[in-house]
């Protein structure tokens, strides 16, 4: 009556029902649904909506029915879709209620891990005469008893492109129960050395561990298979892709009211932490250009800086990394430390200073300099640059940020002058091109000293400057030099403002 009853609506829907052996393959019908019409040339390639059907009658309402492991291995296994049918009678001659169950992903997965288990244990494993209780509900039911409601809750599941659901059924099929690893190992270290390097290596310290006994078996929904595929007596163990724990930030800070220095970080937590005693524990932080390894529990920690070849960090990151590491190496006493990262509760401890005594004066100074050039271009772009670079340009950047906003009177101006022309008794304009290279980019300004002049021994005149006027900013990268000829135009473009007022002398060689 059940099959009677689908293929009836079938028919009224226009699918086409084939009938098949149920003891043999696990289905009732071969369901084909006609072609979708389109005008889109794009689908008009694509194949026409199949799936498989096993259809259950009853009598009660009770809502489940139980279903052998071997026919719903060939439901769950098949490529195309495939679903029950449930059709309730209650004693009459024409069905009651029917309820349509998906074999979705929910089940694929419940089911290939009740096989798993089966398989992996000790007991015969008979498919055929062992059982799975499948439920339904009312959010299963048919609201009408009728072809099209059936054709329609059919193709809610399916939807429109065959080839997209049985790529998606095949990647669940091939991926569920693997979510947390495809493997156990199980090994074993000899000796505390050797635990603490394993603790090492687990947040990325060390690169490989001396282990004994190592065994691997393969895993799916947490279940070990009976056979290892790997057994040793003894081996090296390497992780050799660590990622983080979390991202966040780490903020140092001198005392827990000062607004303290931030950077951005990696956090790493050895996952033996809950397998050793507390003593032996250890977190990690990494930054661009420092490790701090710690123990949380006894307060013991180690850090180490990193500014030599190849470490380039941004203008504003690399002075506070040059203000952290001064106060680390310049007091002996202790400072606070915060972690914040993103789903962890924050944790402070204290860091230990010591007292090394290395001068990094010039290269902060230099730094700090660079920040306020920075701030005076208004530059929206990352600027980088190494520890060597802003120790050897240190006087440059430094003579630089001193011009803006310094007064006239700090500025010492002389100069000699080639050819006539020269008018000493009117008021004049000194013209300067000052440069300076911030790591990966060279600054310029175009400077105007203007003044009185008085003459001084062997024919060389000073300026007693009355104003100083930045007349042009000027930025480029290393890589992308700033053209002579377009630097002679700025100057030539600043000398005539001045030249009707004032005595214009350029000391800038045009020539090169």
């Known amino acids: 009556m059940g099959e009677s009853t689908f293929s009836l609506w079938c028919a009224d829907a226009g699918l086409i029902p084939n009938g098949s052996q149920v003891d043999k393959t696990g289905w009732d019908f071969f369901v084909e649904f006609p072609f979708n019409s389109s005008e889109n040339p794009d689908e008009i390639h694509n194949s026409a909506i199949e799936c498989k059907v096993q259809i259950k009658s009853t009598d009660k309402n009770e809502r489940k029915l139980s279903i052998t492991l071997s026919n719903l291995r060939r439901l769950i296994t098949a490529q195309m879709p495939a679903f029950f049918v449930f059709i309730e009678f209650d004693g009459a001659n024409s069905a009651q209620r029917a309820f349509v169950v998906h074999v979705d992903n929910d089940l694929i997965s419940k089911t290939l891990k009740r096989l798993h288990e089966i398989e992996q244990s000790d007991k015969a494993n008979n498919y055929n005469k062992r059982k799975m209780t499948i439920h339904y509900d009312d959010t299963h039911v048919m609201q009408r008893l009728e072809g099209e409601c059936l054709k329609n809750i059919l193709f809610s599941h399916i939807g429109i492109n065959m080839a997209e659901y049985i790529a998606k059924k095949k990647a669940h099929l091939e991926s569920t129960g693997f979510e947390d690893g495809f493997a156990q190992m199980s090994f074993t270290t000899e000796g505390e050395d050797n635990l603490k390097k394993l603790i090492d290596v687990s947040i990325g310290v060390e690169k490989s561990v001396d282990i004994a006994k190592f065994r691997g078996t393969k895993t799916r929904f947490g279940i070990a298979g009976k056979s290892p595929f790997v057994d040793s007596k003894d081996g090296r163990l390497e992780m050799p892709n660590l990622k983080p724990n979390a991202t966040g930030l780490i903020r140092f800070k001198e005392d827990k009211l000062s607004p303290g220095l931030s950077f951005k970080s990696r956090l790493y937590i050895s996952p ?51 203000k952290l590491l001064s106060l680390l190496r310049s007091s002996s ?174 000391m800038f060689d045009k020539r090169h």
């Open 333 to 506: 006493k202790k400072i606070f430390a915060e972690l914040i990262f993103e789903g962890f509760p924050k944790l402070e401890f204290q860091v230990g200073c010591s007292d090394d005594n290395f001068d990094f004066s010039k290269e902060l100074n230099a730094l700090e300099s660079a920040v306020k050039i920075l701030s005076e271009f208004d530059t929206t772009e990352i600027i980088d640059t190494s520890f060597e670079e802003i120790s050897r340009y240190s006087t440059e950047i430094c003579q630089m940020e001193g011009i803006f906003g310094s007064s006239p009177v700090l500025f010492k101006v002389e100069f000699g002058v080639d050819g006539d022309g020269f008018d000493p008794t009117k008021d004049t304009v000194c013209i300067f091109l000052v440069t300076a290279p911030i790591g990966s980019h060279i600054f310029g300004i175009i400077l105007v000293f203007i003044g009185a002049v008085e003459k001084i021994e062997n024919g060389q005149f000073g300026l007693i400057t009355k104003d100083v006027v930045i007349e042009k900013k000027i930025i480029s990268e290393k890589d992308d030099s700033i053209r002579n000829e377009d630097l002679v135009a700025a100057i030539e473009e600043v000398e005539k403002k001045y030249e009707r007022d004032y005595s214009v002398v350029t």
């Open 272 to 322: 033996f932490n809950a397998m050793v005693p507390e003593k032996l524990w250890k977190m990690r932080v990494e930054g661009d250009f420092f490790d701090f390894k710690f123990n949380p529990y006894t307060g013991s920690a180690d850090y180490s800086f990193s500014f030599g070849e190849g470490v380039r960090l941004e203008i504003r990151m690399f002075r506070d990394a040059i």
